[in-house]
């Protein structure tokens, strides 16, 4: 519930934001459309059930450009590169403890922080353990063996919202900018001198 209601409040702002940029004619900002453009992106298997994790990859394929595979727990994982994904598919058995890893990913770096992780969970496993996975970041869950349609739409969900995620962090930082620089010249306007000489 707290998941599902930090999103819907995201999205209200977002879509606030958005509104308001257009209606001041500064930037065409459509949110909606961006979001919903996701045949591009980019998910990252990670599985030691190397059957399972092709069979899961030929389904997102058909949707998806990018769809990766890791399944060998020996390797190390890259977690700069990882981060570039926008949704980690990671099997809850992974390497012997998929939320460590779940928790060693988003504590990495920046920008791991906004990449959404689906937990594969087998139905003999113990569901209390999803109340530690949602403390340590998990965006969502599966129960295996996986509905392909579940499997499909859960994984469009997740990257629309990592997208309304990088729509509001880019139009912050947008705001942000235009508050301290001359739209037309770009050099720093008065409100940055004042800021720049209190401190």
Do not use: W
């Not at 869950?141 to 739409?153: D, F, G, K, R, T």
């Not at 947008?174 to 306007?189: E, F, H, P």
């Amino acid at each position: 519930i707290k998941s599902l209601t930090r999103f819907k409040i995201l999205v209200d702002e977002l879509r606030l934001r958005g509104k308001t940029t257009e209606d001041m004619s500064m930037v065409d900002y459509n949110i909606m459309h961006y979001a919903n453009q996701i045949s591009d992106g980019k998910i990252l298997i990670i599985d030691e059930d190397k059957i399972r994790a092709e069979s899961i990859n030929n389904v997102l394929q058909e949707s998806f450009q990018e769809t990766t595979i890791l399944s060998d727990p020996t390797q190390n994982i890259n977690f700069t590169n990882a981060a570039k994904y926008d949704l980690l598919i990671i099997d809850m058995h992974f390497a012997g403890d998929g939320l460590r890893l779940c928790s060693e990913f988003r504590n990495s770096n920046e920008e791991s922080r906004y990449t959404s992780v689906l937990l594969l969970i087998d139905e003999s496993d113990d569901t209390n353990i999803l109340h530690k996975a949602f403390d340590i970041g998990l965006s969502d869950y599966i129960m295996v063996p996986i509905c392909n349609n579940e499997l499909v739409a859960r994984v469009n969900l997740q990257i629309k919202k990592k997208r309304y995620q990088n729509a509001l962090r880019s139009h912050l930082k947008n705001n942000a900018k235009m508050s301290i620089r001359d739209s037309l010249t770009g050099c720093y306007n008065r409100r940055y001198f004042e800021m720049y000489f209190q401190n």
